[in-house]
């Protein structure tokens, strides 16, 4: 087995990882190892931008008061304050790296800043509506450039490997991880000093999401399996408006568009959102996507829609190049007539339990971006908050680590090769295939906007099944990234339900009929979720 050696390794190439890497690049040998194309993660889908007080008028406390009041009294304060206060200086290194954000026509000396919901005034910095793909571009050109920093695509790790999984004398910490070569299907070893999660979202975990194919959790679940503590499973946003079409794949309306004057209506023309919250179309992610939800299962409609016809053709193709191209596609002229969506999966506000700077309780390991929770977003992240907390979280994990020095620790440990026992390869894809179906079917049906106590045990009793199953496949045959990715979502899955069920109240993103109003007799906790390393199915009840 081949092992390679590093002072740093990143996992994970949306804007987290490759800010970390591009800081930790100026003083230490980094491996960035994504599991596709370096270009391809969620960060790179994103449309709305990064919401950063940095109008004259605007007020570090307004964004607070607006995140806060989102999170729906689990945010915690002080991190709240202090991801937010750091916004504009990291913008400004972004700036340095070659990103542009859009200027307002006319006034180059001022952003062009975007509305979006739960924000009190104007504030999200974007670059069209393809900000993601902006940020990708700059950024990976200067990892390209960095002579420390080696980018392996098609890396794809499998499990992060201890000193206690290793069995070795001392406290337990992090030396490397195996992955998987998808090109040439050998396992390998990376050992660092210090390794970072950065692997995004879990987007797949659900059958109809908004992100694109690599958001299998692999981080969370890989985290969970080496003992780590999660927070927050349960809070899982649904963009309130995905393009309704069979061949559109999810694709998003950036909330941009209702902040540019888009109004959701009903299949009769009727705007609805009034009758949920007065602020309309531009209430908070979680009480829009539940109205959608309640309009279609009252009225028996498949999708609502969003009108934004009241703009100009004109207007709209500069101010949403993508989105109106995408619909157009689609035979849908926005200008011309409402635009049908649906929600679907965007955004997990919980994740591995880490600080600001990323630190984690298992020392060589640290997370940041969304795989990690630091507890900005609390119950309902605010629009654009995540790309945010990725660029300041990245830019203080990687200054964490430098300033305690690569550990040359994990550089001695032996890392054995990893073993395949008397796996054989696989001749039944076909279980991949179902059991990947059938796992974001149960989560979309039973663990989706509206829960209930029972269909909750029911999608715990189906995933644990399945997740037994996977596990003798996962030993019986030679790995594949399709079964590293099953194995995967149906971690998480679990981790969803088991953190669903652990919340007798509904708090922001969390709504069970069994407990239709928050638990005010106690101040709001935070759900954690921490088992023994392995990951082993069992049948605990929590
Ligand atoms: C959007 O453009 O609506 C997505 C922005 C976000 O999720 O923060």
Sequence with gaps: MQVLDCDNLVIGSGLAGLMTALRLGRHSRVILATKKAADESNTAYAQGGIACVIDPDDRLEEHVRDTLGAGAGLCREPVVRALLAEGADRIRELEAWGVRFERRAGREEEYDLGQEGGHSRRRVLHAGDMTGRELIRALLQQAEACPNIEIRPELMAIDLVTTGWLRRPGPNRCVGAYLLDRRSGAVLAIRAGHTVLATGGAGKVYLYTSNPDVATGDGLAMAWRAGLPILNLEFVQFHPTCLYHPEAKSFLVSEAVRGEGGVLVNAAGESFMEKYDARGSLAPRDIVARAIDQEMKTRGDSCVYLDITRRSEKFLRRRFPNIYATCLKFGIHMAREPVPVVPAVHFFCGGVEAGTDGRTQLPGLSACGEVACTGLHGANRL????????????????????????????????????????????????????????????????????????????????????????????????????ILELRNIADVAELVIRSARRRRESRGLHYTLDYPQPDSSRPAQETRIQDPPGGAVTDRLD
Aim: charged share 30%; net charge neutral; no cysteine.
């Design 383 to 482: 629009a654009s908050n995540s790309l945010l907390e990725a660029m300041v979280a990245a830019h203080r994990t990687a200054e964490t680590i430098l300033a305690a020095g690569s550990s040359s620790r994990a550089a001695r440990e032996e890392i054995p090769p990893w073993q395949s026992g008397a796996a054989v390869p696989s001749d039944e894809g076909i279980v991949v295939e179902h059991n990947w179906n059938e796992v974001r079917t149960v989560m979309w049906d039973y663990v989706g906007i509206v829960r209930t106590n029972r269909r909750l045990e029911r999608a715990l009793r189906r995933i644990r099944n399945l997740r037994r199953e996977i596990r003798e496949y996962y030993l019986d045959y030679l790995i594949t990234p399709d």
